[in-house]
Structures are given as C-alpha cells and as structure tokens.
C-alpha cells in the first residue's frame, strides 16, 4: 500500500477480474508535466504475462505494465443516463440493425453474417449478438470464409462504453489480428423534443421512396450498387425527407425508420451552399412529427465522434450517447 494525496490506495484488481469494470493508477512516463501517476477507467479485457488491457468506453486499448500499478479497484457499471428514454445494449442493438438490413444474411449460432455488395460497412459486417455456437477463434475464421467467397472484406461490428457490450470480444478481435477500422457515437434521446421544435416544415417532402434527386444528395451513394436501393428501403416503416434546392438535387435530405417506439435518424445532409440555415433541424423535425404520429416515443441516431457539427446539432436537440460502436476488419498483414 502507499498514501497518496494524503488517501491510503492499494491494488485491488487481479486477473480473475477480467470482463469487469475497473478504476486503476500507474506510473506513467505520458503522464502531464510534474505528475507521476495517470488514470484508466474501463474494462479489464485480459491480463497476461504481466500486462493489462483496459478497453475504455470509447473502444480505446490501454496496455499497463502490472509493475507501473499503484491502485486498482472494481468499480460499478457506469451509471445509467437520468434524462431521455432507458435502452439496453441488445435492444438498441437489434433496432439499429432493423433500420439498415442487408441483401444478405446468414446466421452462425447468435451471430449474423451480412452482406449488401461492399454498400456500407453495417450492411457488410457480421453482427456478433450472442453466442456464435462455436469458439469465438473458429466463428471468426468462418466469418473471413463467408466474406472471401462473396470477395468482400470480412469486417466484425462491436460496441463498447455500455453494460452488456463487448470490450472482451473487442480483445479477442485484436489478438486474433483484426484492426479497428472505424469508430461511431449511437446517441438516443426523447422524441417529442424533436418533434416539438420550432421550424416551418413546409417545405419538407416526405416519401416512401427514394429516388435519384435524393440520391444525388446522399454522400455515401458513389459508385452504382444494386444494394443501395435495398439497403435504403429496408426496415419496418422508412421515410425519406428532401428539401428542394437550386436544382435537381435537393437542399437537404434525411431518412427515419419508425420501429415500434425507437425512430432512428439517418443521412440527414445539407447542401454546403445552404448550411447554418437551420435545415437539418428542420428535415429533422419534420421526420419526427411523423415518427410521432406513428407512435415512436425514442430517437436514436449514429455519429462519427469526430464530426463536431453534427455532435453541436444533436447535443442541443438533447441527444446523448448511449454506446459507442466499431468496425474491426481482418488484416493479413
């Protein structure tokens, strides 16, 4: 034991504590100017030949030599969110993979292989919910099998930063070579907020389709897919929203998937040449007055954590983040 601070801390941990929680103090050379000790807050993933991994909410890996620790305790689940609709991980889960379906799928024991033609990674990626009926070494050599034969890259989705999410499957990913390749914020919030906000919607077309106008605005829609219709189509009730612009191409779009009381929000883009006129808040707020009218009472909604004006609009409509989701990808290299 030593003192600290003037408070007596000790290490607490040990290896039969992985897949908890923990809080721990080490040594550190990274530490900031003048301090000794920094601070890792996460899930002990694994702990071999002297070495930690901590998996932080964010996905984030940090490897600590167990001679570097000063502290460690367990510590609780993160304290679940006060304000806004109550989620588990499976159901959120279950409803973001409802609102983006792929071509094809096939399950392997509670996970589900998907593919769309290479059209996005969640469309393209194995969704491990579950127990895969086989060692977890095994299912990921037929999950690189299944993608090779449809010559595909083999990509697995994990989440990480909720109770019930999968920093242990995450350690395995990476000790059995495969990178993470993207990470992504899914934030949920109230729905009538949204709904409620104050913004002239008349403008906004809604539709059951989605045509080439729509298209024509939507990044992701590069080279011709015979997915990409598919993909956008699918889930249990799709609304496509557009605002006209200056030409063919609309202002503004977004697309909203209404399912059972979650809608989830996505492809809202704007037209550079017609930002910061309040038109996502207004595609937005037009999608969810017809989520609402559908009895949708939750809003979810996916967001790369770098994209800062995206995270100012969705943090003042009251969204917060529930998880944080990953694409790892397998690498020979």
Known sequence: MELIGGGLVEVRITSADVGKRVSVRYVTDSAAAGERFTDAVGVLTSWDSGVLLITRK????????????VAGKVVPPAPARRRGPSATFPELARATARA????????????????????????????PLGDPGVPVAEALTLVREWYAARKLPAYVQTATGA???????????DRHGWRREVSAQVRIGALAP??????????VRLSRTVDE?????????????PAVRPVLTSGPSVWFASVAGTGEVPAAIGRCVVDGRWAGFMAVEVDPAFRRRGLATTVMTALAR??????????????????????????????????HYHHYRWSEA
């Open 58 to 69: 964010s996905g984030e890996a940090v490897r600590i030599a167990e001679s570097s620790l």
């Open 163 to 173: 109770e019930g999410t999968q920093e242990l499957l995450c350690a395995e990913l």
């Open 213 to 225: 106008a729509w298209l024509g605005r939507y990044q992701r829609f590069g080279e011709p897919s």
């Open 194 to 203: 949204i709904g409620d906000q104050d913004a002239d919607v008349s403008a």
């Open 100 to 127: 983006w379906q792929p071509v094809e799928s096939e399950p392997l024991g509670e996970w589900t292989l998907r593919a769309a033609d290479g059209f996005t990674r969640r469309a393209n990626s194995a969704l």
């Open 290 to 323: 017809q989520a609402l009218d559908e009895g949708a009472s939750a809003a979810w909604l996916q967001v790369e954590a770098d994209n800062d004006g995206a995270r100012a609009l969705y943090d003042g409509m009251g969204f917060a983040v529930h998880h």
